[in-house]
């Protein structure tokens, strides 16, 4: 009996003790993006190194996740690798947010296929086809005997929605279509599955040595079926806008940011910021984006 | 005479602690229910009923034209489950035989700890094993491209479901009378025959039964089969196809729908007709126990 006393009392203490602790250091939660999560711990990680007293934490979750975050006010900063929906907007605004905009790198959207695939690159309407399910084997495409299997995202994906607005024209995925938990999950799939066409940000393409992962095909892309077709790590090509995918990574905020989030922003924004973007394999923002960003911090 | 006022006191107290306990635990029971079913019902607002089970597409944010169909999601639960259970319940029953009735005294308390053990192992960490051992080995035995498929599901849910079967048949088994397994050996029946000719015919509503408790456990599990199956929302074509199971639907889509629109009502329905399925299992598994109960009085 006075076993169980002293355990109930401790366990009531530890509780306590929690519920104390927890509010005692102001974090920015940052949450969103699954293409942006890395980069965005990376360059948290960073600014909180050369910052005494910054605390960020950094989740994954999908671009919806972090919107619906933001709206819900769990969470300071949403990631997002695609433009907030009209509807979400409303949605922000019933409940007393504003968001605004960051633009803070830019991704090249990369298809990708195992390496034993022989194709080297496709156009835009063959990516459309092969997503919405209308190309079954790779033999209508080129010289390879195999089922295509499809890799993609979950709904709550930032990327999911900016194929289907882009590449797909805004048609249905292919029900056959696997859904994975994330960027990397892709990856892992496509370097064991001869048949594998998936789509990552740029950034998920790079081994620790920052060379392109081993086993892995990126291909070459082109807007029309007799243009040339581009890298999506072709630095030239998504910054002059002939890689047809290249698009603004976002980081939201409710209203005008404070002073603390928008410290983190500008760094990240900034040189230091941009520098480690680049080294992650993302790409710097334009100076238009730059324009953009700095209304938005007024 | 104090003294024992203080112990009535003491005594009527912590009765009504465990009433409120006891209450308690219906009370939740009930609250998820009708939870369940009122944010639920204003999903067939806009989907008919019939639609919704009977369909087989399920897109909600199809920019050409919403469909809210479970019915591939209802047979991929199935499957999988199904799956689960050819090959969790020869093997548990296996298991539970040579435990209650072969294994050295030794080795039970070895092996017992340890189906025990595998109740514990959290399913993300099933699931992960799923990704990087099962997925790869069932690629290369059926010479397919990848192991995201219901074969993948089955065997992890096996894995998981394993403990369940495993320890209430063994105690099932153990209820069985001495006296029945002395009768059939004096009889001249092999260790054998009176295995699986009494034992296990004596146990048999408590071996049902705890096989309807794995298929419980099976069908409700979400994280393992998110990770491992692959979660295509196709109709299945058989078991190697990538499947996605109505558990695993409602935890991808949850995070990220509007409240309070037809989709949020349409997942809520979802774990509605989840929650039916098991409540159902589970009181099948109920009535078998109770009926092999009232046996052995």
Redesign the interface.
């Known amino acids: 009996m006075k076993k169980i006393t002293v355990i109930v009392i401790a366990t009531l203490a530890l509780l306590g003790s929690l519920l104390l602790a927890a509010p005692a250091k102001k974090m920015i939660q940052v949450k969103g993006s699954d293409t942006m999560v890395n980069l965005v711990q990376i360059l948290a990680e960073e600014y909180m190194g050369k910052t005494p007293g910054a605390a960020i934490a950094v989740l994954g ?2 671009s ?2 972090g ?2 975050g933001l709206i819900n006010q769990t969470c300071d900063i949403a990631d997002s690798s695609r433009d907030w929906k009209p ?2 907007i409303d ?1 922000a605004w019933e409940k007393g947010v504003t968001p605004r905009f960051f633009i803070i790198a830019v991704d090249g959207l990369s298809i990708v296929v195992n390496e034993k695939n022989p194709i080297e690159k496709l156009t835009m309407a063959q990516v459309g086809a092969l997503y919405r399910g209308e190309i079954k084997g790779w033999r209508t495409l080129g010289p390879y005997d ?2 295509v ?1 499809l890799y993609g995202r ?3 994906s930032g990327t999911y ?1 900016f194929m ?2 882009f590449v797909l024209g ?3 995925f ?8 994330g960027n990397a ?1 892709i990856i ?2 496509i370097l ?5 066409v998936g789509y990552v940000g740029v950034g998920y393409l790079y081994d620790q040595t920052g060379k392109i992962r081993k086993g892995l095909k990126v291909l070459n892309i082109s807007k029309t079926p007799d243009g040339e077709a581009y890298a999506p790590t072709d630095k030239a090509a998504i910054d002059s806008g002939k890689y047809p995918i290249s698009r603004p990574l976002f980081q939201a905020t409710n209203g005008k940011p404070n002073a603390e989030i928008a410290r983190f922003l500008a760094w990240e924004t900034g040189p230091e910021g941009q520098a480690i973007v680049e080294r992650e394999g993302f790409f710097a923002i334009s100076p238009a984006h730059k324009a953009q960003n700095d209304k938005n911090f007024k | 005479m104090k003294k024992r006022k203080w112990t009535n006191l003491k005594e009527s107290a912590i009765r009504a602690f465990f009433l409120t306990c006891g209450i308690l635990a219906v009370l939740v029971l009930v609250g998820i229910f009708v939870t369940l079913l009122y944010t639920a019902v204003p999903a067939f607002k806009e989907i008919h009923l019939s639609e919704f089970l009977l369909k087989k ?1 399920w ?1 909600p ?4 034209k919403a469909e809210y169909g479970i019915l ?1 999601m209802i047979v991929s639960t199935l499957m999988v489950t199904g799956g689960a259970l050819l090959l969790a319940v020869p093997i548990g029953i296996g298991v539970a035989a040579y435990l209650s009735d072969v294994a050295h005294w030794r080795v039970r308390e070895i092996v017992k700890p340890v189906v025990e053990i595998l109740a514990g192992i959290p399913s993300v960490v099933v699931g992960f094993l799923g ?1 990087v051992l099962f ?2 080995a069932i ?1 290369k035995i059926f010479h397919i ?2 192991g ?1 498929n219901a074969v993948n599901g089955s065997v992890l849910l096996a894995i998981m479901s394993l403990p369940t079967i495993i320890s209430i048949s063994e105690d099932s088994l153990n209820a069985v009378p001495q006296a029945y397994g002395e009768a059939s050996l004096a009889l001249g029946a092999s260790r054998w025959q009176t295995l699986f000719r009494v034992k296990i015919p004596a146990a048999l509503s408590g071996i049902i039964a705890a096989c309807m408790l794995g298929m419980g456990r099976a069908i409700g599990e979400t994280m393992t089969v ?2 491992a199956t ?6 299945p074509h058989g078991f190697l ?2 499947v ?1 199971t109505m558990t695993a639907n409602v935890a ?2 949850l ?2 729908v ?1 409240y309070y629109t037809t989709h949020y009502y349409a997942l809520f329905a979802i774990g509605l007709v989840l929650f039916v399925m098991t409540f159902l299992v589970n009181l099948v598994a109920d009535v078998i126990l109770r009926k092999y109960q009232e046996r052995e009085q």
């Open positions: 979750g999908g919806g996740t919107i619906t509807k979400e949605q195999k089922a299997s979950q709904s709550n929605t289907q607005e805004n048609k249905n292919s029900m056959d279509t696997k859904e994975m938990n999950q892992e799939s064991q599955d001869e048949g594998a | 597409n897109d944010t199809s920019p050409e591939s990704i997925g790869p690629a491209g990848n995201l998110l990770m692959g979660n295509a929302r196709a109709f196809s990538s996605r991808i889509e995070g990220e509007p």
